[in-house]
């Protein structure tokens, strides 16, 4: 399968654990983006990558949030001292820069944290 | 910034049938539309998208239109299939180079009866 994959796909915790998730983008896309999905809405942006550097950033990340893509391929969000309202849907997507404006986003699975 | 609002937010439909699905959009910049289908479980599944330089785009049985001087496109699914039900998301992103964020909408569940 050459799309985006996203691990694990379930992560339950426990509150104040730190979490890590980990996106693989579809190969040679070298653009990179995490969006949080809460249930009955619609995927909210967090940041973005172009190649290993970060160009964007969210208001929704917290400084509890981490994100790095240190080789430009897959990237790792990192949550610390997880929180019940950090419960959601982590969707990773994947794109190529292109010259005519903004290009397609392919998203992956996403992986489903429940912090208890 | 950018703000999308999505309706309906449920949608039920006799297969056969037409589905319309209406967004609008804030920010007037905004020139790139996409159409997400997201089933359960699932990530979002891109449908259909519009640039701003154009009104009209059709694929198969799924159009969008698009009228950038009230700010609003919309999605029609005509011949409506069971396996056509999800929840279905607009989206809009404004021009820049340092801004390539989504907006989307709330979303639409669409539900086709057989």
């Known amino acids: 399968d050459t799309g985006v994959s996203q691990n694990p796909r379930h992560k339950i915790t426990k509150r104040g654990q730190n979490v890590t998730f980990r996106c693989d983008p579809i190969s040679e896309h070298n653009r990179l983006y995490w969006y949080r999905q809460t249930l009955g809405q619609g995927p909210e942006f967090l940041t973005y990558f172009q190649n290993e550097a970060q160009l964007e950033k969210s208001r929704l990340l917290s400084d509890r949030f981490s994100a790095e893509r240190p080789k430009g391929s897959f990237s790792t969000l990192e949550i610390q001292r997880t929180e019940q309202g950090d419960s959601a849907m982590y969707l990773c997507?994947?794109?190529?820069?292109?010259?005519?404006?903004?290009?397609?986003?392919?998203f992956g699975p996403g992986t489903r944290l429940l912090v208890l | 910034g950018e703000n999308v609002e999505q309706h309906p937010s449920t949608l039920s439909v006799q297969e056969g049938d037409s589905a319309v699905i209406k967004c609008t959009y804030s920010?007037?910049?905004?020139?790139?539309f996409p159409w997400y289908k997201q089933e359960l479980g699932k990530g979002p599944q891109l449908i259909i998208d519009i640039r701003s330089n154009v009104g009209e785009k059709k694929d198969q049985r799924i159009a969008v239109t698009l009228n950038k001087t009230a700010k609003h496109f919309s999605l029609h699914i005509t011949e409506t299939q069971p396996e056509d039900s999800a929840v279905y998301f607009c989206?809009?992103?404004?021009?820049?180079?340092?801004?390539?964020?989504?907006?989307f909408g709330s979303g639409t569940r669409l539900q086709v009866q057989p």
């Open positions: 989206a809009a992103t404004p021009p820049g180079t340092g801004r390539r964020a989504l907006t």
């Open positions: 920010d007037s910049a905004s020139n790139y």
């Open positions: 997507a994947s794109s190529l820069a292109g010259t005519s404006g903004q290009e397609t986003q392919y």
